[in-house]
T-cell receptor, first 118, second 115 residues
Framework: AQTVTQSQPEMSVQEAETVTLSCTYD???????LFWYKQPPSRQMILVIR??????QNATENRFSVNFQKAAKSFSLKISDSQLGDTAMYFC???????????????FGKGTKLSVIP | EAQVTQNPRYLITVTGKKLTVTCSQN?????MSWYRQDPGLGLRQIYY???????DKGDVPEGYKVSRKEKRNFPLILESPSPNQTSLYFC??????????????FGPGTRLTVL
């Protein structure tokens, strides 16, 4: 079974600064996908960024980028130029690549609550 | 607008009173699932369905039932709710096939309180 660990329950960052959220995972799979989801106070789950494990290049989406270290099983999220709207709970998630029944299961970490301070 | 809808959004009930939380998606997605979110535990999968009439247990299925009679609907049934089922529930859907990175679309959540 896969496990996802987010070691920082809460973090804060000054507006316009950069912050990095940590995520590590444990799996015996070689092919898989990793995701970061954002959950603002509205509770809606929003996909921020995703990474295919077979790609060496780190994914980027505007101000959001990841540092994917496959050997270390690490998948951190960097938010640049933090904005007040980035205040949210952030979840790291894992999904293995498979055509079998288990391929559709997302395993989530426990989340990191990020506060952006004006 | 492509979306996943859930009803009700908020529900307060009493122990033992059967309830159903509905979930519907308009994207013709094959795959649907239910999660519960609890403080400090993240999201945990309850049940999932790969297509009509195909369902399977997730990580925390005890006390829940599901059905998938139509592609667009995936209701969550609590036959005899208990206080430990007080939680925030999310329904999600995604396109099927072999591409696991297909994005999951989440519903707005249902806040359930069992007294």
């Amino acid at each position: 079974a896969q496990t996802v660990t987010q070691s920082q329950p809460e973090m804060s960052v000054q507006e316009a600064e950069t912050v990095t959220l940590s995520c590590t995972y444990d799996t015996s799979e070689n092919n898989y996908y990793l995701f970061w989801y954002k959950q603002p106070p509205s509770r809606q789950m929003i996909l921020v960024i995703r990474q295919e494990a077979y790609k060496q290049q780190n994914a980027t989406e505007n101000r959001f980028s990841v540092n994917f270290q496959k050997a270390a099983k690490s998948f951190s999220l960097k938010i640049s130029d933090s904005q007040l709207g980035d205040t949210a709970m952030y979840f790291c998630a894992f999904m293995k690549h498979s055509t079998g029944a288990g391929s559709y299961q997302l395993t989530f970490g426990k989340g990191t609550k990020l506060s952006v301070i004006p | 607008e492509a979306q996943v809808t859930q009803n009700p959004r908020y529900l307060i009930t009493v122990t033992g009173k059967k309830l159903t939380v509905t979930c519907s998606q308009n994207m013709n997605h094959e795959y649907m699932s239910w999660y519960r979110q609890d403080p400090g535990l993240g999201l945990r999968q309850i049940y999932y369905s790969m297509n009509v009439e195909v369902t399977d247990k997730g990580d925390v299925p005890e006390g829940y039932k599901v059905s998938r009679k139509e592609k667009r609907n995936f209701p969550l049934i609590l036959e005899s709710p208990s206080p430990n089922q007080t939680s925030l529930y999310f329904c999600a859907s995604r396109r099927g096939g072999t591409y696991s990175y297909n994005e999951q679309f989440f519903g707005p959540g249902t806040r359930l309180t069992v007294l």
